[in-house]
């Protein structure tokens, strides 16, 4: 920090970091319009924080807790796909900011699969914020086009005779995808169901985890 | 007003109009022209378009699932049983010829 390099990117003193190292051209991008909100007064620092926390409180695991009860309770499953939001908010997460939540279940024979190709709609609010991957031109691109050849990269090789549906979340619906139970799990309690439940089994590029063997 | 959610009901066939031009357009390009059926009347959205620029979003648009066979979208997908479903919003859609 003695170098002299970092006077080049010194800020301001106006109350909020900025990174020492180098930044690329979207990051500076991002940094200078982030200030000129903060300086015309549309948004503030607190604004920012909350909005980071709130997204940091949420993760996969809402969501692999809402699978797990689907499983075991049919009666809560009916509710999850007849009305999601409402299921959220019986087993305490909050999916208001949503506008529209859409649950997609997965059976033998149709999978599900979801992608943004426009930028990286995701049901952040459920869980989190999504992978590197899922941004990528790359998984935006192959997912419409080619969604037999990711899942294969992602280690689910369909036969034929199932259908997949990619969903290409364009607008106001969030998705996600209700995996299929794997199969030797009935004697699993909802805890132990729960961490069979991948993040990427929600977006849909592949299976919940299989039950571990009997040791 | 749109009291009726929308001109289209599930199960009629619809084609994506080839427009381009410019500003927060929710319609992705590899479906613009193409052919398929609404799946799903989602209900009525403000509009992104005009969201985007800061303005009302209004008035709403229908938003449908719009369901396309795989093989309708990519020349190489042929005899693909597999489906692509898109949201897309009412005044980017035509009834099929």
């Known amino acids: ?215 | 007003m749109n009291l009726q959610a929308g001109k289209f009901k599930a199960g009629d066939r619809v084609t994506v109009k080839f427009e381009d031009r410019p500003g927060h357009i929710r319609t992705p390009w590899y479906i613009r022209g193409k052919t398929g059926w609404i799946e799903r009347v989602y209900g009525d959205f403000l509009n992104p378009e005009s969201l985007a620029f800061g303005r009302d979003g209004l008035p709403k648009r229908t938003l449908y699932l719009v369901a396309f066979n795989q093989s309708d979208v990519w020349p190489k997908a042929v005899g693909s049983k597999d489906k692509i479903l898109v949201d897309i919003y009412e005044h980017w859609l035509i009834p099929a010829a």
């Open chain 1, 1 to 215: 920090m003695s170098d002299g390099h970092d006077t080049r990117e010194t800020p301001q003193d106006h109350g909020h970091e900025h990174p020492k190292h180098e930044l690329s051209y979207y990051a500076k991008r991002i940094y200078a319009i982030r200030d000129l909100l903060l300086e015309k007064g549309v948004i503030t620092d607190k604004d920012i924080q909350s909005q980071v926390e709130y997204q940091e409180a949420r993760s996969p695991a809402n969501g692999a807790k809402l699978v797990a009860r689907a499983w075991i309770d049919p009666a809560f499953k009916a509710r999850f796909i007849g009305d999601p939001k409402a299921a959220c908010a019986e087993m305490g997460i909050d999916a208001a900011s949503i506008n529209e939540f859409v649950v997609l279940e997965n059976t033998e024979k149709v999978r599900h699969m979801v992608v943004c190709t426009l930028c990286s709609c995701y049901p952040r609010p459920i869980l989190g914020r999504p992978p590197d991957w899922y941004k990528s031109f790359n998984y935006r691109q192959r997912a419409v086009n080619d969604p037999r050849g990711v899942m294969r990269e992602f280690g689910l090789v369909l036969p034929d005779d199932v259908a997949v549906r990619i969903h290409d979340s364009t607008a106001d619906i969030r998705y996600l995808v209700l995996p299929l139970r794997p199969k030797g799990t009935e004697g699993l309690s909802e805890t132990q169901l729960a961490k069979l439940v991948t993040r990427d089994s929600m977006i849909g590029v592949m299976d919940a985890l299989p039950a571990l063997p009997p040791s």
